[in-house]
């Protein structure tokens, strides 16, 4: 299969793309195909992207987990291609990539400090580029009267000084200030682009701090557990792959500074927690590989077409 695409004004300055220069993926198949991973909220994206340019269908399946993308009739693909979609999860697909046991991710953040000591000391770097935009909503318990919070509110929450929701308006009790476990990407989001990098407390929560929320889906059956709980959630994962489980009758979304995390929010960027999602490759990666290909591709208009079907707003 041979896909000829153009590449638009703004794809990436760093890999010496010219505009309008023509980037070919020939030849791709089943046993060529890049060794992918990602985000809990990328995996659809992985699957869509290589469903378009190999020419297979995709559907979305609700499971006990939430909705996925799989391939229709994927029973019958390879597993030798199928086995190259395994899911690592935000801080496993980055060292899988590190590593170099996957070729490709896309990922909710880019590399966190200690990552990047761990690249280091590998003598491995990486090409970390934007080809969409999510954003880190706050989810309630729909029972929670509070619709909305100013930053400087969250940010206070979660620094401890605020603790009780009486002071922003709400019902005299205490807040329960979930947070997801370390290295994971919402919570490296959470980190750079709602606390601007200031520390936080090490909250002591029972049944969080057992379970360490190590899972997005662990989030929402908190918060339906604790009516004065918050935590946060990839706006792609709620919307998309929860959304039938947590209606607006069990679990809500917050706005922030009066504003909602939509669509339109998210690419006008006029919601405050907007923030980028990245295509990730080793820098040492062989330009005529496949996946260098697939890696120019998804700066390509066809790319961000892709993108945007996925349900993604893209960069």
């Known amino acids: 299969m041979i896909v000829i695409l153009s590449i638009g004004a703004s794809s990436c300055d760093k890999n010496n793309i010219e505009n309008n220069e023509i980037v070919e993926i020939d030849n791709i198949s089943f046993e060529n195909y890049p060794r992918v991973d990602g985000s809990t909220s990328t995996e659809p994206l992985n699957y869509i992207i290589a469903a378009k340019l190999l020419g297979l269908e995709y559907e979305w399946i609700t499971g006990p987990f939430g909705s996925k993308v799989i391939f229709k009739n994927d029973s019958e693909l390879p597993i030798s291609f199928t086995s190259k979609f395994i899911c690592y999860q935000t801080h496993g697909a980055i060292m899988n990539l590190i590593d170099n046991q996957k070729d490709l991710i896309i990922v909710a953040r880019k590399m966190s400090a200690d990552e990047k000591q761990y690249a280091d000391n590998a003598g491995v770097s990486l090409i970390e580029t934007p080809i969409a935009l999510d954003a880190l909503d706050f989810i309630l318990n729909a029972q929670n009267k509070i619709n909305s919070l100013s930053v400087k509110q969250i940010q206070n929450i979660y620094l401890g000084n605020i603790t009780n929701w009486n002071e922003v ?50 989030v929402y059956d908190e918060l339906l557990m604790n009516t004065y709980g918050i935590c946060f ?42 923030a980028p999602v990245y295509v990730s490759i080793r820098s040492d990666l062989d330009k005529n590989s496949m996946a260098y290909k697939l890696y120019q591709w998804l700066q390509t208009s066809s790319g961000r077409a892709v993108i945007e079907e996925s349900g993604y707003v893209p960069k």
């Open 169 to 218: 308006g709400g019902a005299d009790e205490a807040i329960i200030p979930f947070i997801r476990n370390a290295n994971s990407g919402s919570q490296e989001m959470m980190n750079e682009f709602v606390m601007n990098n200031i520390a936080m407390p090490d909250w002591t929560v029972s049944y969080a701090d057992e379970l360490m929320l190590g899972s997005m889906i662990q």
């Open 233 to 274: 959630t990839p706006h792609y994962y709620k919307e998309y792959m929860v959304r039938s489980y947590f209606t607006a009758d069990r679990i809500k979304t917050l706005a922030v500074n009066e504003i909602l995390p939509d669509k339109n929010s998210i690419k006008k960027q006029t919601y405050p927690f907007v």
